[in-house]
């Protein structure tokens, strides 16, 4: 298994949730605030799957 977060509440008005991204995740993709992330919930062997890839557009000038 790989790196564990912590959920809290985003604000205490919403049922959304954050976490924090490890600094390792954060250095390996290159990762900066403001950057976007892209969330896709996946089926395999039975389970489901939460991926989060960075979003990045093509014509995006890097953010």
Known sequence: MGEITVLTK???KSRSLRTTIPVSIVRQFNLSEGNKLAWEIRAEKGEHVIV???FKRKEDDGD
């Open 10 to 12: 985003a604000t205490s």
């Open 52 to 54: 989060v890839k960075p």
